[in-house]
């Protein structure tokens, strides 16, 4: 899959700009704060996942009441134009060759990019939020068709937020009664959610190691998922036969936890306990070292931070371009600038066996090692062919 | 701001649902053009439907009488009673007519966020009317029809728990796929749902 042609409007610091994209490698040069990075962001948002760098309010342009993006983009045989209008607070409408798209899972289903730019050592260190929604993109790239488990599940928990916020004012037999439906509701959506969060999960850990591997030259790269409501034994098993997770099993543990920590709930007027507070836990382990596996977060050094990012975005990259029969846009941002030379060299060998990729750098001779292709030059929200 | 009059029927237009400070505006000044006799229609349209129609005693629907149309019906159905969040749902099932049974409007559904519990729906009146009284004696089905979505699943638990040990029965319409849909391009949440509610075909 591949973008021709992208129109932004109103979208970051664009007020209207055009770039034409090749099949190939695209090198988006120009110095630093003039919009390249947000070039990007708009080729990342034509898949109808939202802003990877932050809420999507901060995608209009200041002043401007909405942003439109228009692209071309070509999956397999299809020729497809697409067209978002991204309205803070009101949503983003899409539509798909100029008809109303039914929702944006729809737009997943056209075009999928892999991004990774220097905020992406987060991902290793950083909040378990950010590790949760990698996660949980994944499950809608893998399979837009999953679009819905998402917002069931949040939806869900901000109507329990509400109850259980509500219960102290509120006379107390009535509150418990509905109490009940809301525990129903969350223990189907959070086990859906989960399902889909462990299958995927699983599916991604041999991609990821393979690609550690191949980076490090080394090592070994462990993922699982921690959770205080599902046991270690459970999500062992889930791991390992993704194929036989039971809902039913993972809605009943949810359901128990729950009811353990009701009073607790209750008290503090929120949800304690389910997969917004779950985690993705990294480990490695470092070739010729008796230590065994570490936890990523707290024992790696800068450099094992980076491999190990790395190693899961490329790793997503070979996932879905398996899964979808063709590769996803590579996006990488500002990336060959961090790394020493011989991840320099290993990362620009990927960049090639990739189909499109878009790279961004302040300074040319950074990308030059990718490789030579089309050029555009951004000089303070303008755009021209170089 | 606009002349006094002029921004108070702004003000007004723009409390109303679906419309905005912009369409409120345009509407204004559509009515400010507009002949005298045609705006006196418009606002005693308004006044008329405020004096004339309230809500069905029975059923909570809206009604020009005391009962409703379809409780004074004595053709219909009086064993099963469709429960529905609002009067524009028992619009959209009679015009099926598939369904010849009484209706409850429920006036919304269970959701915490808007501050709207059970006890600002017209729950306690429903289940006054399934204890058997002069206009329903024999109800023997309730049928939940709230919306699809979370709140009206929600309320379709919630009624559940609390009409099914009295031992009647108690059915939520099927969700699932559209008919003339692709089962391709399902979404998983809805796709799910039909599976739970599949049903045996054939022999």
Same mark, same amino acid.
């Given at each position: ?17 055009? *770039? ?8 988006? &040069? ?53 067209? $978002?209008?991204?309205?803070? =607070? ?49 499950? &809608? ?44 509701? $969350? ?28 980076? *490090? ?63 993705? &836990? ?15 977060? $707290? ?54 066996? *990739? =189909?499109?990729?878009? $790279? ?9 090692? *990718? ?16 | ?23 409120? !505006? ?9 002949? #005298? ?58 015009? #099926? ?9 429920? !006036? ?22 399934? !204890? ?13 029809? #709230? ?23 108690? #059915? ?32």
């Amino acid at each position: 899959m591949r973008v021709d042609r992208l129109v932004l409007e109103d979208f970051r610091n664009y007020t209207r700009a055009r *770039a034409e994209f090749d099949p190939g490698l695209n090198l988006i &040069v120009g110095r630093n704060a003039q919009g390249k990075t947000n070039l990007l962001e708009g080729i990342y948002c034509l898949s109808g996942l939202g802003s990877p760098r932050g809420p999507d309010s901060s995608l209009v342009r200041e002043g401007a009441e909405r942003a439109l993006l228009h692209a071309e983009v070509a999956r397999g045989e299809r020729r497809i134009e697409a067209d $978002l209008e991204i309205r803070p =607070g009101r949503g983003t409408r899409a539509l798909i060759n100029k008809a109303p798209a039914p929702g944006l899972g729809s737009l997943s289903e056209l075009i999928v990019s892999v991004f990774f730019g220097p905020d992406e050592l987060s991902l290793i260190k950083g909040s378990p939020e950010g590790r949760r929604r990698f996660l949980d993109d994944l499950v &809608v790239k893998v399979r837009p068709t999953r679009d819905g488990l998402r917002r069931e599940w949040e939806r869900t928990l901000k109507q329990r937020n509400a109850l259980l916020k509500s219960a102290p004012r509120a006379a107390g037999k009535q509150v418990l009664e509905t109490l009940e439906v809301w525990d129903e509701a $969350l223990c189907r959506a959070g086990a859906a959610l989960t399902a889909a969060r462990l299958s995927v999960l699983a599916d991604l850990m041999p991609f990821v190691a393979k690609r550690y591997e191949g980076i *490090a030259g080394g090592g070994e790269i462990h993922l699982t998922y921690d959770s205080s409501w599902l046991t270690g034994d459970l999500v062992m098993e889930s791991l390992a036969h993704p194929r036989g997770i039971d809902q039913s099993v993972l809605a009943s543990e949810l359901g128990e936890s729950i009811e353990k920590i009701r009073g607790k709930e209750l008290e503090r007027g929120m949800s304690l306990v389910g997969p917004q507070r779950d985690d993705v &836990v990294i480990q490695l382990a470092s070739e010729g070292s008796d230590a065994g596996l570490l936890d990523a977060r $707290l024992f790696a050094s800068q450099g094992e931070q980076r491999t190990s990012a790395l190693a899961l975005k490329l790793g997503e990259f070979d996932l879905l371009a398996e899964v979808l029969g063709e590769q996803p846009i590579l996006l990488l941002d500002d990336v060959f600038s961090e790394l020493d030379p011989s991840r320099r060299t290993w990362l620009s060998d990927a960049v090639r066996a *990739a =189909g499109q990729a878009v $790279l961004t750098s302040a300074e040319p001779g950074a990308i030059e090692a *990718a490789g030579s292709g089309n050029v555009i030059e951004v000089v303070s929200g303008q755009l021209r062919a170089g | 701001m606009y002349a006094g009059p002029v921004q108070r029927l702004i003000d007004e237009l723009a409390r109303l649902p679906g419309v905005g400070p912009k369409s409120a !505006q345009r509407v204004a000044f559509y009515l400010l053009k507009i002949p #005298t006799a045609e705006a006196t229609r418009l606002s005693e349209a308004i006044v008329e439907v405020k004096e004339k129609v309230h809500l069905c005693r029975i059923c909570f629907n809206v009604s020009d009488e005391d009962v409703c149309e379809f409780c004074r019906d004595g053709r219909r159905d009086r064993s099963i009673i469709c429960v529905v969040q609002e009067p524009p749902d028992i619009v959209a099932i009679e015009r #099926t007519r598939e369904y010849k049974g009484l209706f409850h409007v429920l !006036q919304g559904a269970i959701s915490p966020i808007e501050g709207i519990g059970p006890e600002d729906l017209r729950i306690t009146e429903l289940l006054g009317r399934l !204890q058997g009284n002069a206009s329903d004696p024999q109800v023997s089905e309730v049928i939940v029809a #709230t919306n699809p979505n979370i709140e009206g699943e929600a309320t379709a638990m919630y009624l559940a728990r609390l009409i099914a040990p009295s031992g009647l029965k108690v #059915t939520r319409l099927a969700s699932g796929l559209p008919v003339g849909g692709d089962l391709e391009y399902a979404d998983e949440v809805t796709l799910g749902r039909a599976l739970e509610g599949r049903r045996v075909i054939g022999g």
